[in-house]
Structures are given as C-alpha cells and as structure tokens.
C-alpha cells in the first residue's frame, strides 16, 4: 500500500490547524495509508491539541523559518518516513473528502504528471468582495482554478480569482503554476530537482519550485475535481508590511534568475523606483536583494 503524508506549518495559528485536522480525519483514503506532520514553526504559544489524531506528528522549531524552512523541514521528515506522495497543504484551510483521492488518481494517471493542484476556493465569509456576493455564491468563489505565470510583469497568477465557479474551469489539464497553497508532488520530483529554495523564505518559492520542476521534465496539473477552502493570508495580512518587503526582494530574485531578458531589465528599472520612491519595506527589500540578504533578510531586524 502506498503511503501519503500530508505536510502543513502552523505559525500562532494554533485554532487554524486544529480545523484542519479535524477536516482532514474526515478524508477518504482508499487504496493508500495517511500521515500528517505538522511543523510548528516557532509559535509565540506552545502548540498544543486537545484532541487525539491517529498518525500525526508534530515538529516543534525554535524559531520561525518561514515558509520554505517550515515546509522543508517536514519535507525531509516526510520522505524519511517512506511518503510515496506528499501533499504540502496551508493550514488555514479545509479539503474535500475526495481531495486526496482524486490528486493521487490524476498523479497515477501520468507517469509525467509530478505535481497534481485542487480548486481552490476562499472560504466562506473569506471573499475579498464579499458584499457583491449573493449569500449562496459565498463559498464557491474562486481562489485559484489553475495558474500561470506572466513572464512580462514576473508574477503567478491565479486564473479565475474573484469569479463564482459555475463549472467554467472544470477540465483537469495542465497548467505552468501550482500554488504552493496545496501542490500534492510524487516523491521522485522532490528527489530528483529538491526542495524549497531557502533565499525566499515567504512568497515566490512556488513559482521557483515550479519551474524546476517544469525543467526537469514533468507536467503540473490542475484537477477540479479535488477541492480546498483557503483562508487568505491567515498568519501574514493581506497588504502588510511583510507582504511589500518579501513579495519586492522575490520578486528581483525570481525574475532574475528565470525571466526573458526584457523582463530582467524592467525589473532593473523598478528597483531603482522601489528605491527612490518606494514604500518604506519595498526599499528595505530592494537594497537587501543587492545586498544578497536572503531567507529572513533585515525583515525583522530592528531599525
């Protein structure tokens, strides 16, 4: 029997994670055994459950590494443990019964397909718009339907954000970008083009995963017919700080190693931009992408 081991962070999101959990006890998995680990990534609180899951381990850090170290962390634990499959998942989320089952059947279904991605919707009362919403299309908003990337501008982009699913993208298919949300990988890829890249440490490392991945021969698919529910920005804030500082330097360091050449030098141009007229932490990231201030960089450094 081939094994799952589903891989989650939790950063002081403690109630998020016990959600998920409990979701997660009600997933079919037929035809192949589950394993959770979650990895508290250096909570303010001791993570603590008041509930016993069967199969579930959790790694407790010191300190906060991030989205990349959290998830590589448990990455690397997972396929100690023998993980046929990983599913690395966001914990301020819920999945469908079926989510697993019909990633692994579109998994098995192509001995190229190395990265299978649900829809995605927000969850319920978690629309950016919510009041253009009538109250039976909340929760059937679209998240993610399948991605890209715009190589012109170096940013993913999620197809169908925004928009009420009324079937438009129900074709499983492939697609050029899979959110690091919930990506369900064999564990040959991760083998063969490793794990998160660490410079990133929050935002991009997706993307950047995804083209190694797409480099190094396999297709990513997108399946409708598993499904997810996502809590935006549950631990960072929407428009926060955080997200001007490490979504500005990831930016420069995604786009200059993989970006065409005139996106290479339109970024060039934004950057002096950024530091001429930028706010206060896209300055900050732009001087420590020069710099070479990588993982948490001068992000949480006093100034």
């Known amino acids: 029997m081939k094994k799952l081991i589903v891989v989650t962070v939790s950063y002081n999101t403690s109630e998020d994670t016990k959600a998920f959990l409990k979701a997660l006890e009600k997933v079919h998995t037929p035809n192949f055994s589950l394993e959770t680990i979650v990895v508290d990534n250096g909570s303010e609180k001791v ?70 991605a649900p829809k995605i919707y927000f969850a319920k009362g978690n629309e950016f718009h919510k009041d253009r919403y009538k109250t039976e299309e909340l929760g059937k908003v679209f998240w993610y339907a399948g991605g890209s990337i715009d190589w012109a501008n170096v940013q993913s982009i999620h197809r169908g954000v925004d928009e009420v699913d009324h079937g438009q993208y129900d074709n499983t298919e492939q697609v050029d970008f899979v959110t690091g949300c919930c990506m369900m990988i064999k564990r040959e890829v991760l083998e063969k083009v490793g794990f998160f890249d660490e410079r990133y440490f929050l935002y991009y490392e997706d993307a950047d995963l995804n083209v190694r991945i797409k480099r190094a021969g396999y297709k990513l698919s997108y399946v409708p017919d598993a499904k997810l529910w996502h809590v935006n920005a549950a631990s960072s804030g929407s428009g926060s700080s955080l997200h001007d500082y490490f979504l500005t330097r990831n930016q420069m360091l995604f786009g200059m190693s993989y970006a065409p050449l005139r996106s290479k030098i339109a970024l060039l141009k934004q950057s002096v931009r950024f530091l001429l ?26 100034k």
Not at 48 to 77: Q, S, V, W
């Open 47 to 116: 993570f603590a459950l008041d509930h016993t899951y069967k199969n579930l381990k959790i790694i407790r850090l010191e300190t906060n590494t991030g989205f990349t170290g959290g998830y590589n962390i448990g990455i690397k634990k997972a396929l100690e443990r023998g993980a046929d499959y990983l599913l690395i998942v966001n914990n301020d989320t819920i999945m469908d019964q079926d989510l697993c089952k019909n990633l692994i059947a579109v998994l098995e279904s192509d001995m190229q397909i190395g990265v299978a």
């Open 277 to 302: 007229n930028g706010r206060p932490k896209q300055k900050q990231g732009i001087r420590d992408f020069y710099l070479g201030k990588f993982g948490k960089g001068t992000f949480f450094e006093k």
